[in-house]
């Protein structure tokens, strides 16, 4: 078993390399020995599973990138030959479980998750291929023609990894025994957009995926939700299903859950107001705090997470009492170190990492606090933060500003500090939902905000090039035989 996982954003010029790897998470066959995060929980899940069966039990890598660009050709091939060289040393093997993104591409390759599991079934062409995969995925042929089982995340924000791994585990186990015999089938929905799970249409299609496994002959059913900033043929989300034996079955289902999903997208998807409407929104409340999601700069998304466009319309509109993070900016962190705690700085802050990061904003503060090696929760795992600064400026704004890029998960990426989110009118959080269900207990209103930078939410207006324009919500009705650009591109 191994773990390999980053999410490409094709559009990002900012390289990824071996030192992001490990500066978010890499081990060599010792992942289990480490609390579990989001991409190695399954690992620990698969590990307990076969022990308890006495099975012999080979863990290879794990290594995981925060999204940015495509990872180097250098690391990647040094990632998928340790991956490689674990699996020849280890073999004869029954069983090879994978957790892969789905969504990762390197240099000199689009399709990583295809190739590793194609490296993979030419080492053991007998042996069981199992890949779980982030829903954020692109479900490709090739991939399914060298894998046996692919089942994907079904909840976003994520936290259902546990859960598949252990569905997994099972399908397997019973395919190892001769109980079934599985094949998959692909339903393309021609849509490219983000799909929250935990509310109205998508609840209810979670649902129905769910009592569609429970059909005869069908094992598992997944949506892969693609990851609409990677300009790649096969980007958008596509219906999996796999079913015992009988392709009909797979492809048929596939295509009825495909259809109904598509059905829905006018319903699933919510009218992201832009910057200046959003803070309308917030300055409307009567109570706090109001949440309002940066979603453009969420570095979950391989945006690059220094851009500094709301902070400035923060000043610009004299919003005071107002938290925000988390600003990657290792050189200012470093600044702030040298300073150290309670002194004044003056800082020129973040748009430093790309285009989409704008202008550097010059700010000053007093440092309240400098701390390193917490981390923040996203579902049962802890996810690294790096060192954190918290700065407050004039205007009662408190800032984080770390060293590490990650995305907003939790309060704790603020409250570990010191700054007491409950008593303030306005957070601003760089993420897309993951933040969601954990601020939401302390959120009078949370705005999905449609900020400028790399990954506007508005996903009718990426720019493919290699990517077919005949999608939602670019083109209303994609399959229609006259398909017409939408209205409102941007939905
Ligand atoms: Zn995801």
Known sequence: ?????????TFSP?????????????????????????MTEALHVWRTRGEALDWKITESLSAIAEPAGRTTRAAYAALKEEIV???????????????LHGAMAADGCDDCEADVVAAVRALCPRAIIGVALDCHCHLTDALLSHADIVICFKEYPHDDASDRAEELFD?????????????????????????????????????????????????????????????????????????????????????????????????????????????ERARAASSGPVVLADMSDNPGAGAPGDAVHVLRELIAQGITNVASGLYWDPMAVRQCEVAGEDA???LRLGGKMEPASGQPLDISGRILRIISGLGQHLGAGLEPLGTLVWLKMPGDIDLVINDLRTQVYHPEAFEQLGIRLAEKRLIVVKSFFHFHGSFSGIASEIIFCATPGRVNPNTGLIPFTRRGMNFWPRIDDPFAPDAKPAERAGV
């Open 14 to 38: 900012v390289s990824t390399g071996l030192r992001n790897y490990n500066d978010f998470y890499l081990r060599h066959g010792t992942a289990t020995h480490d609390p579990p995060n989001l």
């Open 85 to 99: 060289r674990d699996l020849r040393a280890a073999c004869p093997v029954d069983i090879v479980l994978l957790q």
């Open 171 to 279: 399908l397997a186990l019973r395919t190892h025994s001769g109980e079934i015999s599985p094949v998959m089938a692909l339903f393309d929905c021609r849509m490219v957009s983000l799909f929250l799970t935990k509310q109205g249409a998508m609840l209810d299609f979670v649902a129905k995926m769910k009592a569609t496994e429970t059909e005869p002959g069908i094992l598992s059913v997944s949506l892969g939700h693609g990851f609409p900033w990677a300009d790649l043929p096969d980007t958008g989300a596509r219906m999996l299903v796999v079913a015992h034996s009988d392709m009909a079955v797979a492809q048929n289902t596939a295509a009825r859950l495909g259809r109904a999903f598509f059905d829905l997208r006018h319903h699933l998807v919510p009218d992201y107001p832009d910057l200046q409407a959003g803070l």
């Open 1 to 9: 078993m191994a773990t390999l996982a980053t999410e490409t954003n």
């Open 344 to 346: 004044e700085i003056q």
